[in-house]
Nanobody, 127 residues
C-alpha cells in the first residue's frame, strides 16, 4: 500500500514563497515518477510539475515555469515543490501523485496516469 501525505501549504502574500512536501510510504518510491497537481474552486484539476524516478526529467506547466521547482530525495521518500513569486492565481488545493509509468512525456502531466494520490494541501495567495 502506497500512501502520500502533503504538507507545507498555507496563506501567503503575493510575491511570497512556500515549499510543499510530499512524504511517501512504501519502498517502491524511488522507482515512481512523481507529480504535483492543483485544483482551484470551480476548476478542473491541472498539472503543475513532475519529476522522473531519478530526477533526470523535469516537467512544468507553462504557468509555473521559472517560479516553481520540483525535486525529490529518494533517501527520504519525499518529493518537494518550491514555489516562489506566488500569485493569487496559484491559489488551489495542491495534490501529490505517484505511480505514473513514466513511459512517455504525456504520462507525466496526465492525471489519470497516476495511481496514487495524497489528500491535498491548501495554498492561498492573497493579493
Amino acid at each position: 500500500q502506497v500512501q502520500l501525505v502533503e504538507s507545507g501549504g498555507g496563506l501567503v502574500q503575493a510575491g511570497g514563497s512556500l515549499r510543499l512536501s510530499c512524504a511517501v510510504s512504501g519502498r517502491a518510491f524511488s522507482r515512481y515518477p512523481m507529480g504535483w497537481f492543483r485544483q482551484a474552486p470551480g476548476k478542473e484539476r491541472e498539472f503543475v510539475a513532475a519529476i522522473s524516478w531519478n530526477g533526470g526529467r523535469l516537467y512544468y506547466a507553462d504557468s509555473v515555469k521559472g517560479r516553481f521547482t520540483i525535486s525529490r530525495d529518494n533517501a527520504k521518500n519525499t518529493v518537494y515543490l518550491q514555489m516562489n513569486s506566488l500569485e493569487p492565481e496559484d491559489t488551489a488545493v495542491y495534490y501529490c501523485a505517484a505511480g505514473s509509468s513514466g513511459s512517455s512525456d504525456s504520462s507525466y502531466y496526465t492525471s489519470r496516469e497516476y495511481r496514487y494520490w495524497g489528500q491535498g494541501t491548501q495554498v492561498t495567495v492573497s493579493a
